[in-house]
């Protein structure tokens, strides 16, 4: 099989290496499969361009490597041209990659993509937006735009100007008005934020979708909330805790719309850890197996086959 790998320069892990040398051990790395692989390094503001021109080429797959922005990208193009796509784990939180379940190791993610298998799974849209992840409002919006605002050179900077950003937010809560059509019933509530995400949740400390072709949106409600309750709230999500919390409601359906009557006009959403102005109106919808991955195959999956 043919592979093209796109990588993302600036992305998480992926800016303190020697791309060259990466380049190199993942071409050798696939031909011990049986596989071609081509490599293609760009700049972040270039990587919707090469991902586009990947998905037209005759390559079988493409293999996207960057932070979860670049993944999220590289979902959208292959949900759209119906082209596989593979996810190399160089990001900050690599979330998509952890719900795929492969090694977060580089080298290890090369030799699970080279050995993995073809398989469809679920993909969200928002107002037709594809997200692999979250579509966020409210606090999680705001968190993200706070750390935008921050300059960091690393992973770890990006940590850090994570947990910075937190400090920031739990500052005098968001408080909003929504009204959320889930399964026909149609509820008016006001909320300080609200994640709904790819299949149902996991109760890690890094919450991922626990599957990914369940067939469903996980729709995750926390009331209004005060500054300590929202620290608290906080607390609960990095223990994995975030469901035995009073202030928390959740739902999963394959269809769900939220509706924003008080919407501020310069309101934003997130979608996949990125910034997008907020419609008055988002129609939210579970694609069902509409996207092909290659799967990862652990090392003992590749011994237990060999």
């Known amino acids: ?31 011990e499969a049986g596989h071609e692989c081509t490599c293609t390094v760009v700049e972040g503001k270039d990587i919707e361009a090469a991902l586009e021109k990947a998905a037209a080429s005759d390559v079988d797959a493409i293999v996207a490597g960057g932070g979860d922005g670049t993944i999220s990208a590289a979902a959208a193009i292959a949900f759209k041209s119906g082209k596989p796509l593979a996810v190399l784990p160089a990001g900050t939180m690599n979330l998509f990659a952890r719900a795929l379940g492969g090694p977060l190791d580089l080298p290890g993610a090369l030799g699970a993509i080279a050995a993995g298998e073809f398989r469809k799974i679920d993909i969200g849209t928002a107002n037709g937006t594809p997200f692999v992840h979250q579509f966020g409002v409210g606090i999680h919006a705001r968190l993200v735009r706070i750390r935008d605002q921050m300059v960091f050179r690393s992973r770890i900077g990006k940590m850090v100007a994570s947990v910075r950003a937190i400090s920031a937010a739990v500052v005098d809560p968001p408080k909003f008005e929504v009204d959320l059509l889930v399964k026909e019933n149609r509820t008016a509530k006001t909320v300080a934020g609200i994640v709904v995400s790819n299949n149902i949740l996991n109760e890690a400390p890094v919450p991922v979708a626990r599957r990914l072709d369940e067939g469903v949106l996980d729709v995750v409600v926390a009331k209004t909330l005060t500054t300590g309750e929202l620290v608290s709230l906080i607390f609960d999500v990095f223990t994995g805790r975030w469901r035995d919390n009073a202030l928390v409601e959740e739902e999963a359906a394959p269809e769900i719309t939220l509706r924003f009557p008080k919407r501020k006009r310069r309101a934003h959403a997130v979608i996949d850890g990125e910034l997008i102005p907020l419609d008055e109106e988002v129609v939210l919808r579970c694609e069902r197996q509409a996207l092909t991955v290659i799967m990862p195959r652990s090392a003992d999956e590749q011994s237990r086959r060999n």
């Open 1 to 31: 099989m043919r592979y093209e790998m796109i990588l993302n320069r600036g992305g998480g892990t992926l800016r303190t290496m020697d791309l060259e040398a990466f380049c190199a051990e993942a071409r050798s790395i696939f031909a």
